[in-house]
DNA sequence: GTTCTAGAAC
DNA sequence: GTTCTAGAAC
């Protein structure tokens, strides 16, 4: 009979391979009768289970652990399949079955193939390695035997009921399958009510630690993150590795660890080359949300779309938020930190007014203090490029002679900053902001705008995107949601996204660049990121995508970027080909990542990608400048004697050495370390 | 009339 | 092993 040697002509197409080994391969039933249905075949010519002896108990072995396999690659559970021979197969070929018990499947049509795995005639794995084992053999059934077993009633297999033909046994068999799916999506559900959301994002900092994803910096004691909700320009997490909830948690014996966050706190400062250390603000939380411990390095700007709620503010700007050197010191004098009582903490979060951080002026409006804070942010950013104009005139004059050129190239930065956007204050801020609040924010409905389109800032969500396919496009097509701003606001005014989900956390190529980083940082797990994912067995290699699945995955549903790490191309450079006495305006936002920022011009300014920088998107660029050494901070710390590294750090002699600020192996897709980390 | 099954053919 | 179909069962 030539039909009964499909088997075998199956297993010769290697397309038909789930897995395969030196011994055996396993297939997927042509006529699945359940919803997994396998078959794990020897590649030994054995015909039937009929010529099976004990020399044939370690292969029979080797069939069941592939069994085993088959339904691990599956994602199935083996408690779910029952594994076995037909014990009288029609089909050449020794063959096991490995089927799930649901049987429900088109392809169960006969009387005959419900008894032939729900009767006698279905002989389990461990019954006919017992029989083999006692009498070197397996015996074929009478043929009385087999028609009484083949003539047995259609007994479902999941209870007591007795179908008088086989539709109905198959709509049983489906409302089994139905209930318990029904069943299990209950379970869940109610696991799911049981628990607090809340918990699960309590927990979130200690799963950033676990999954090792996003460090900036990574010691054996802390890790440096971003934060993901950023309530300033720079906001920073310094979390210990080891398990304490908060301060309060805290002794004596913690100070050398307060010590390390505080090292590592400077560290992640000392990289914010265009901020100055003493606009940032180190401290702890007392009552705070997160479990796991973690030091806050936050720049005093407070000027994020984050900043939402009362409390926001509170948090840092009461009693709530304690400075490092007043968590030092409790903790060297008495040796612990008190929690605040929940009322307090309450009162605290909701005090009112709010008094800004910078200068007097107090309001009981959230939003009256984010545009006063965003003026603050503004005036800010305008006296540091004054500042820095002022320092590029002080180097050129500091030259041997003033030549031609340099009074011709001074006078240039001179017409620079007087061509500067000037907005002097005619009246004191928290008048201006009073005005504003009185005359309503037409032009920030949402409140004052972040400077996310500024690609050096840390917290801008979009820094780490690839960049855009810079090429002419079409007029824009609306996506499924009607939201253009869904295609990412780069460039353009950054829209709030509302009650969107938190972002996902970013890939590992979100990691700090730059040479500097690697010495310390361990962005390269492996062993996560898939060289090293778990191998199954040595001996059989499963059929697929090329690599080995994940237990537990489904075959073919793996996306080959998953389990390999393929950093992508660093962001924000060129990736499109320039013609060579072309410069680009990506490649002048590339050059600017090393320190020489062009200045813009209103050419670029009608270039369709890139927008005029605004007020907004000047700021975190140009050259290093001395760090102020009084940082409050600082103060009142065992830290005072540390040198300051930076203050000397690539300083720039004249004008000439300029070009000398940029790293030796520099190029335009290496960022240079002013990037915010 | 339709549905289901068992046996023949492959 | 499946598919086809005649005939039984309803």
New binding site residues.
């Given amino acids: 009979?030539?039909?009964?040697n499909?088997l075998v002509k199956e297993i010769v197409n290697s397309k038909n391979h789930i897995i395969v080994t030196e011994l055996a391969v396993v297939i997927a039933d042509?006529?699945p009768?359940a919803r997994h249905h396998y078959l794990v075949l020897p590649l030994a010519d054995i015909p039937s289970i009929f010529q099976l002896n004990r020399s044939h108990l370690s292969l029979l072995n080797e069939l069941h652990f592939l069994a085993h396999n088959v339904v691990e690659v599956k994602g199935a559970c083996w408690d779910d399949f029952q594994v076995g021979f037909?014990a009288e197969?029609?089909?050449q070929r020794l063959?096991l079955h490995v089927i799930s018990k649901d049987f429900v499947s088109p392809?169960l049509?006969?009387?005959?193939?419900w008894n032939?795995f729900n009767t006698d005639l279905f002989v389990p794995f461990e019954k006919l390695v017992a029989q083999v084992e006692k009498d070197n053999c397996f015996t074929r059934f009478p043929k009385s035997l087999k028609d009484d077993l083949l003539?047995t009633p259609?007994l479902c297999n999941q209870c007591k009921f007795i179908a008088?033909?086989?539709?109905?046994l198959k709509e049983h068999l489906a409302k089994h399958l139905e209930d318990r799916t029904q069943k299990s999506q209950n379970y869940n559900l109610e696991k799911m009510a049981k628990h607090d959301p809340k918990d699960y994002f309590r927990d979130e900092l200690s799963r950033k630690l676990k999954d090792k994803k996003n460090f900036i910096i990574e010691s054996d004691r802390a890790v440096v993150i971003k934060a993901d909700f950023p309530k300033s320009q720079y906001h920073f997490r310094v979390v210990a590795k080891e398990e304490l909830r908060d301060v309060t948690q805290l002794n004596g014996d913690h100070l050398p660890l307060l010590d390390h966050l505080m090292d590592l706190a400077h560290e992640v400062i000392e990289k914010q080359d265009h901020l100055e250390p003493h606009h940032f603000r180190i401290g702890f939380k007392v009552n705070t949300f997160w479990n796991r411990l973690n030091l806050h390095v936050i720049s005093d700007d407070f000027y994020s779309v984050a900043m939402k709620r009362v409390r926001h503010w509170n948090s840092f700007n009461s009693e709530l938020f304690m400075p490092f050197h007043v968590a030092h010191m409790m903790l060297s004098l008495q040796g612990s930190i008190d929690p605040i009582s929940e009322e307090k903490c309450k009162e605290l979060q909701l005090k009112l007014p709010l008094h800004c951080n910078q200068c007097e002026f107090e309001t009981n409006l959230l939003l009256d203090l984010k545009f006063h804070l965003f003026q603050h942010w503004q005036g800010r950013e305008r006296e540091w490029k004054q500042k820095k104009n002022l320092d590029k005139i002080l180097k050129m004059l500091e030259t041997t002679s003033v030549s031609e050129d340099a009074t011709s190239n001074a006078s240039e930065i001179g017409k620079e900053s007087i061509e500067m956007p000037q907005k002097p204050l005619a009246t004191p801020l928290h008048c201006q902001a009073k005005d504003q609040a009185a005359n309503g924010y037409a032009e920030y409905v949402s409140g004052p705008p972040v400077n996310m389109m500024n690609i050096q800032n840390p917290n801008n969500p979009f820094r780490n995107t690839p960049p855009l396919n810079i090429k002419p496009l079409a007029s824009p097509q609306p996506n499924h949601s009607g939201n253009h701003m869904a295609h990412g606001p780069r460039g353009a005014f950054f829209k709030p996204r509302g009650n969107m989900a938190p972002r996902a956390p970013r890939p590992m190529w979100n990691a700090p660049r730059g040479p500097q980083n690697h010495q310390r940082n361990s962005f390269m797990h492996p062993g996560i990121n898939g060289f090293g994912a778990p191998t199954q067995h040595q001996g059989y290699q499963p059929v697929g995508l090329g690599q080995a699945p994940m237990f537990g995955q489904p075959m073919g549903m793996r996306h080959p970027g998953f389990n390999s790490f393929r950093p992508p191309p660093p962001t924000n450079y060129l990736v499109h080909p320039t013609p060579p006495n072309q410069t680009s305006v990506v490649s002048q936002v590339a050059l600017t990542s090393q320190g020489a920022r062009p200045k813009w011009n209103p050419q670029n300014a009608n270039n369709q990608n890139r927008q005029a920088p605004t007020p907004n998107s000047i700021s975190n660029q140009g050259n290093p400048t001395e760090k102020n050494l009084q940082n409050p901070n600082q103060s009142n710390r065992p830290y005072q004697n540390k040198t300051n590294k930076k203050s000397n750090k690539n300083k720039p002699q004249n004008p000439n050495q300029k070009s000398s600020q940029q790293k030796p192996n520099s190029n335009v897709n290496q960022p240079a370390q002013t990037q915010g980390v």
Avoid: V
């Fill in positions: 009979m030539s039909w009964s499909n042509k006529f009768k037909h197969p029609s089909m063959h392809c049509k006969t009387k005959k193939h032939s003539a259609l008088p033909n086989l539709p109905t």
